[in-house]
């Protein structure tokens, strides 16, 4: 449970903001804030009602006789998911488990973020220029366009460019490999049409959440752990070695002033400032 709602306050809130935020255009503060708001406002809720549904909310419907019409409500809004998803009000525990609040979070968040932002964006956001990509690439080669075939559709999907090395391929096709392949479509999608022609015994789900959660996640974990170390302190000596060779620009430091870096409203300044001395 803890894992689940830590997930749904951090992923459901955060999560739409800093993926629309990266890579869509029309992303708004207001879409920001309410996805942000609402995704840790229901996981919060979430922990709320779990934690006191026994003791307190369950024996105030209960004195109020609104027992009957709470059931009616969570058992309408599940019975279309019947019978993956069972909502039934009892005494004991609250209706809706930890990784359905993770879900109605995200979904929410999602759906606030996008149509508040629709509908508070007056314009596209330039993130070429924000970002120095494309046209606006102030060093290094300009980014190579890479057309949509059979054979580009996944790396385009992924984010493959011509920027990223052998090296970055192999790390970025792993960890899409690792997410989308062995956690949703095996661990997942897999395990769902499996159940959905032959139910698993219970202890079987024992054995699965040990080898998913405990086994291979540790084996993961010992040769990430190893691998980063090494190529983490190679980096890092890269890293001082450069920084000797850079010179400072006391302007790029991450602020956007008007939907730009002060990096790129220094020309204007100059520009300004040479006028005025003229006049």
């Known amino acids: 449970m803890f894992f689940a709602i830590t997930g749904a306050i951090w992923l459901g809130g955060a999560g739409p903001v800093i993926v629309f935020g990266l890579y869509w255009r029309r992303g708004t503060s207001a879409g920001a804030f309410a996805a942000l708001g609402s995704g840790s406002f229901l996981a919060v809720a979430g922990i709320l009602c779990q934690q006191t549904w ?21 058992e309408t809004v599940s019975a279309p998911f019947n019978p993956y998803i069972v909502w039934k009000v009892t005494p004991d525990r609250f209706p809706v488990n930890s990784q359905e609040i993770y879900f109605i979070a995200m979904v929410v968040a999602i759906l606030l973020y996008v149509g508040l932002s629709l509908a508070t964006c007056r314009k596209p956001f330039n993130l070429e220029r924000m970002l120095h990509r494309g046209d606006y690439a102030e060093e290094g080669k ?100 450069r920084l000797k060779e850079k010179e400072e620009d006391y302007l790029d430091d991450g602020r956007v002033v008007i939907t730009v870096s002060p990096e790129d409203l220094l020309p204007n300044v100059k520009n300004a400032a040479e006028s005025a001395e003229q006049k």
Do not use: Q
């Open 142 to 241: 300009a980014l190579e366009k890479i057309p949509w075939n059979i054979h580009t559709v996944f790396s385009k999907l992924i984010g493959i460019d011509s920027n990223y090395t052998r090296g970055d391929k192999i790390l970025a096709w792993s960890v899409f490999l690792w997410s989308f392949g062995w956690g949703f479509l095996l661990c997942f999608v897999g395990i769902v049409i499996w159940n959905s022609i032959y139910r698993w015994p219970n202890h079987w789900w024992a054995i699965k959440f040990h080898i998913t959660m405990l086994l291979v996640p540790g084996i993961v974990a010992v040769v990430s752990t190893i691998w980063f170390s090494i190529g983490g302190t190679v980096d890092l000596c890269r890293l001082f070695r």
């Open 54 to 74: 026994a003791k307190y909310i369950y024996p105030f419907l209960d004195d109020m006789n609104l027992v009957k019409p709470v059931s009616w409500f969570f």
